[in-house]
């Protein structure tokens, strides 16, 4: 009996100590319950491949890992965006993220009459926005850091050749990656030359493809494209010459070898970050929140397995981006 006993305590013990285990495991994922995130898309969607995108798989990973219940609001033209805001904050939203500088007046509009919601919006500085709302906090990006680091890949692969940068509208987050590129191929080889040209269009290949054609012919040997959907024909051209590509916003390494890296801009690390303060206590409008190097907002994408000396670029990329961290290179934004 007195085995019997003890194999029965053992035996509630240990169902105990894993049920105390459970409920620690579940912590993490019920600390959001009960909170409401909603992003809303700009006009190119979630097909982007790159910006909204990166914004849904923030928003999926606080839904996984914070337990908050999301939603996103597509948005299939400019018209959409100030109905989509004000159905956000109507329902209740705690959170609601406007993903781009294309909804900046949308998002002033919104914000200002409904004074109790939290806003967030991407790419755009708070002080921007018309009437500077309180109840919004500005999520805004060194893109610079990150067109630096591609500048110096562009570079080393070039051997003193010419290389090109495509930008869709000329906006300053746009300015700010090409002004980086600049920066980094000049440092990286002072006889690079550096061609740039705008599309000022978001959705059209065909204008993007035609500027890249253009710098090619010019004798640009490296493409690298901060066009949103435009930017995938300056991708294209690259591979149709048999050149090297670089992509922009999300790791774009999935088009092909010819993909030499990219300028990664990681909307979707300041998503859940930002929902992560609204859990945290921490959010507060009237302010930004800058995302680059140091805290892993901005960075490179994968390099290319057929890039010339792949591991020897790695490693300098990943000491150029430390020296980048530590303040010993200033790179202007224009």
């Known amino acids: 009996m007195t085995r019997l006993a ?11 100590m894993a049920a105390c285990g459970g409920d620690d495991e579940r912590g993490a994922a019920s600390e959001g319950e009960g909170t409401r995130i ?25 839904e996984t ?13 400019a018209n959409d965006y100030v109905p989509n805001l004000t159905r956000a904050a109507r329902d209740g939203y705690d959170l609601v993220i406007a993903n781009g500088f294309l909804m900046g007046d949308a998002l002033a509009n919104v914000a200002a009459r409904f004074p109790d919601t939290r806003f967030a919006i991407i790419d755009l500085p708070w002080s921007a926005l018309e009437g500077a709302p309180q109840n919004t906090r500005g999520l805004v990006f060194a893109e610079q850091e990150a067109g630096y680091l591609v500048g110096v890949a562009a570079a080393t ?11 869709g509208q000329e906006v300053p987050a746009v300015v700010a990656f090409l002004s980086g590129y600049r920066a980094g191929a000049k440092a990286t080889d002072a006889r690079v030359r550096v061609l740039e040209g705008y599309s000022q ?3 059209d290949p065909a204008k993007c493809k035609e500027l890249a054609l253009n710098q090619i012919d010019d004798g640009s040997k490296v493409v690298f494209e901060a066009a949103a959907g435009c930017g995938l024909g300056a991708l294209e051209a690259a591979k149709d010459r048999s050149l090297w590509g670089i992509g922009v916003d999300s790791d774009q390494s999935f088009l092909g070898p010819h993909i030499l890296t990219s300028a990664t801009k990681k909307v979707d ?8 303060s609204v859990l945290d206590g921490k959010f507060s409008g009237g302010r930004d929140t800058l995302f680059d190097i140091a805290n892993g907002g901005v960075g490179y994408g994968k390099v290319s397995p057929n890039a010339p000396g792949r591991d020897a670029l790695i490693d300098e990329l990943d000491a150029v981006a430390e020296r980048i961290e530590a303040g010993d290179i200033e790179i202007p934004r224009e």
């Open 6 to 16: 003890a194999l029965a305590i053992a035996v509630v013990l240990s169902l105990l």
């Open 38 to 62: 909603a992003v809303v898309t700009d006009l190119r969607g979630l097909g982007d491949r790159g910006f909204n995108a990166l914004a849904n798989q923030g928003l999926e990973r606080a």
């Open 65 to 77: 890992e914070l337990g908050v219940e999301g939603r996103v609001f597509i948005s299939k033209s």
């Open 157 to 167: 692969v070039a051997d003193g050749g010419a290389v090109g940068a495509v930008g």
């Open 201 to 203: 269009e978001l959705r």
């Open 269 to 276: 690390v300041a998503v859940f970050e930002t929902v992560t």
